[in-house]
């Protein structure tokens, strides 16, 4: 069954299409990736995903809920964690989940639960009462997805989740994402330009570009669609090898909607 459903999914800035006409759907409990150079439109159909942004046309459903008619409902049904830091670095491990917890309206009894399970799953219960602003690089990464799942979403969304963290880091995150999708049956969305972790974790593939959806399989239908040996040089052969700017024009807006839907919650 689908969890997510994109159905002509269209975005326009003034005269600017960045997404342009795209269709593709997720099955619950699947490991998605959703890969594209910057600029190609990832970033704002992931905002309009996430009920950030408003789509020009097209439909959404999360979760069997349509994000224009349904968005509380929507939020509800997904973790997120943004590839830039979210957490408040003045506060504890527990105290950002807490804090978490009670935007989303868990009962006391059942958070304080929740928090215990993810902070020993994830390996930090012994730094759960020290500021965040002590903490590396990758434990920030993993309180952040432990938050994002204290609600028991259905999905979870993941933004370039490893930017930036060395390959042992990067491997221990991925070990516990899957253990978590395999225990939870959470269904995981994530972006990424490190193609051996696309290549590696996700089940399936989408490939957006200019706008549209270039290529869409299991890894090595990319690979055969291209004749290729390699995911990156899949995605090398669909995309150009053109280095690309970012979305520019829309990523201060972007970042000034996130902070709103962070506090509409």
């Given at each position: ?9 269209v975005k ?32 704002t ?12 046309q097209?439909n ?6 349509n994000?224009?008619?349904?968005s509380s409902?929507?939020?509800r ?15 504890t491990?527990?105290?950002n ?7 989303y309206g868990?009962?006391?009894k ?5 928090i ?15 500021l965040v602003k002590?903490?590396?690089?990758g ?15 259905k999905?979870l ?10 390959p042992?880091?990067?491997?221990h995150?991925w ?8 225990k939870e ?9 490190y193609?051996?972790?696309?290549d590696?974790?996700?089940?399936r593939i989408a490939?957006?570009d ?23 040089d899949a995605?090398?052969s669909?995309?150009?090898?053109t280095i ?9 807006q972007?970042?000034?909607r ?7 919650r």
């Amino acid at each position: 069954m689908s969890i997510i459903k994109v159905e002509s999914l269209v975005k326009k800035f003034k005269e600017f299409k960045a997404v342009d006409d795209i269709s593709f759907s997720v099955e619950a409990g699947e490991i998605f990736a959703f890969l594209g150079p910057n600029g190609a439109g990832k970033s704002t159909t992931i905002k309009m995903l996430t009920t950030l942004l408003k789509q020009t046309q097209g439909n959404i459903e999360l979760n069997g809920f349509n994000t224009l008619k349904q968005s509380s409902e929507v939020r509800r049904s997904f973790g997120i964690v943004f590839q830039d830091p979210s957490l408040d670095d003045e506060l504890t491990a527990y105290e950002n989940m807490e804090f978490h917890g009670v935007l989303y309206g868990v009962p006391k009894k059942l958070r304080r639960r929740r928090i215990k399970e993810l902070l020993t799953f994830l390996e930090l219960a012994e730094r759960r009462d020290d500021l965040v602003k002590t903490f590396s690089g990758g434990m920030k990464r993993r309180l952040e997805i432990a938050r994002g799942l204290l609600h028991h979403p259905k999905i979870l969304f993941l933004d370039e989740p490893t930017l930036g963290l060395d390959p042992q880091t990067r491997n221990h995150m991925w070990s516990y994402l899957k253990d978590l999708n395999a225990k939870e049956g959470v269904t995981v969305f994530f972006t990424t330009h490190y193609m051996e972790e696309a290549d590696r974790i996700a089940g399936r593939i989408a490939v957006i570009d200019h706008g549209k959806i270039v290529a869409a399989g299991t890894a090595a239908d990319l690979k055969a669609q291209t004749k290729t040996d390699s995911l990156e040089d899949a995605f090398l052969s669909l995309t150009g090898k053109t280095i690309r700017e970012e979305e520019s024009g829309h990523l201060d807006q972007m970042r000034l909607r996130r902070r709103a839907w962070t506090g509409r919650r």
